[in-house]
């Protein structure tokens, strides 16, 4: 099998799935419970908060264990935007952010809060400028992506953050979740206010995730209960999934620090041989994006007929996002970035780990184009 679809979700680390299953076997109590298993559990669970800001380089409080990226995106947006709507209720985002983003925001509007979104380039890029524009006395949150997760770009998060830091009563939270392990993005002292992690993204589990809030930072929370995780997220923590997350984030960093520059020389080999395929479009800008998406168009072959061709090779790619990706609508992504009709309806991502071999991309390079080839055929 060639798993190309590494955007979507990424295969579990063996350590982590033993992490939590060594958890889940010996640890079971519950955090919360006054005797003395309950306060082990606890323990545990304080050392893998101290374990995540260690590797995030934050404090222990500003760490929330969520279920992923969905949910932390949605803490983030509502619970700013609740608890501080006395005060203003307009919000900047972006016309490409991910669903659990965007429509977010766009549920809010139903309660009274405006939206500005923000156009984006044909690199698909913010324009700081458009959003110093974009601010008002009333805007309380600014909500940007680090790594868009159809193209790859990176957003100029460190410029954003220092204009956020010039309006000290709005908040910036950022959707960290392309970006973490392949694309550094510094925390501490930063501007950011709130950033959204997912564990399945870094070879950890599904249903596990972290939102960093900001020490001084205040939500309304989305869940009510025994007032767990400092009161923002209620419900029995998951502590074999938070432990197994933290052994995930390690993971991943180390092989940041050791195997970056490689997944960029993959990323690049990839890029150059899809180019000169004569029927294959690039959408994903050539410069300032992160090391393990790439987005193509082949006009005029459905994405779905590809996918499913290469699939039954035990080859696999994706469309858009998987959170998107079964409603057969053009790319948002793409169309807000300008490009035609038949480039946004024919999108294709290719997403890698460190995992991915040169081997493995050579091969999916030559049943892509068989594949073309085949389906042509038919089309004649």
């Not at 766009?106 to 380039?121: A, D, K, M, Q, R």
């Not at 390690?250 to 150059?272: C, F, G, S, T, V």
Request: hydrophobic share 35%; with cysteine.
């Amino acid at each position: 099998m060639i798993y190309l679809d590494n955007s979507a979700t990424t295969k579990p680390n063996p350590a982590v799935l033993e992490s939590y299953r060594h958890i889940s076997e010996m640890m079971f109590a519950n955090p919360s419970s006054i005797h003395q298993f309950g306060g082990e559990s606890e323990k545990l669970l304080f050392k893998a908060k101290d374990q995540a800001s260690y590797l995030l380089g934050v404090s222990r409080g500003e760490i929330i264990f969520t279920s992923g990226g969905t949910e932390g995106n949605n803490l983030a947006i509502k619970g700013i935007a609740l608890k501080h709507q006395k005060r203003g209720k307009h919000i900047i985002t972006s016309t490409i952010e991910h669903p659990s983003v965007y429509n977010t925001c766009n549920s809010l509007e139903s309660l009274g809060f405006e939206i500005t979104y923000l156009p984006v380039n044909e690199k698909g890029e913010v324009s700081t400028k458009e959003l110093k524009s974009a601010i008002r006395n009333d805007t309380i949150l600014i909500s940007i992506m680090h790594v868009n997760n159809e193209l790859g770009t990176i957003q100029p998060i460190e410029e954003i953050s220092q204009i956020a830091k010039k309006h000290p009563k709005l908040f910036l939270h950022v959707d960290g979740v392309q970006g973490l392990g392949k694309v550094p993005l510094s925390l501490d002292n930063s501007g950011i206010d709130l950033c959204t992690f997912s564990g399945h993204k870094i070879h950890g589990l599904k249903g596990t995730g972290i939102l960093y809030v900001k020490n001084g930072t205040t939500l309304f929370p989305l869940f009510h209960g025994g007032n767990q995780e400092s009161g923002i997220r209620s419900g029995t923590e998951n502590l074999a999934g938070s432990v197994s997350l933290v052994k995930a984030l390690r993971l991943m960093k180390e092989r940041e620090k050791k195997e970056l520059a490689d997944l960029y020389d993959i990323h690049q080999n990839l890029r150059k041989r899809l180019e000169e395929i004569d029927d294959v479009k690039m959408n994903t800008p050539c410069q300032n994006v992160a090391p393990h998406i790439i987005n193509i168009s082949i006009p005029g072959l459905k994405p779905e007929v590809m996918i499913h061709t290469l699939g039954e090779k035990d080859i696999f790619i994706s469309t858009k996002s998987a959170c998107s990706s079964k409603q057969k609508e053009e790319s948002k992504v793409l169309a807000a970035c300008g490009l035609d009709e038949k480039r946004t309806t024919s999108a294709l991502r290719i997403s890698l780990s460190y995992d991915t071999t040169k081997e493995e991309i050579s091969c999916f390079l030559e049943e892509l184009k068989e594949a073309i080839q085949q389906l042509k055929e038919i089309m004649e």
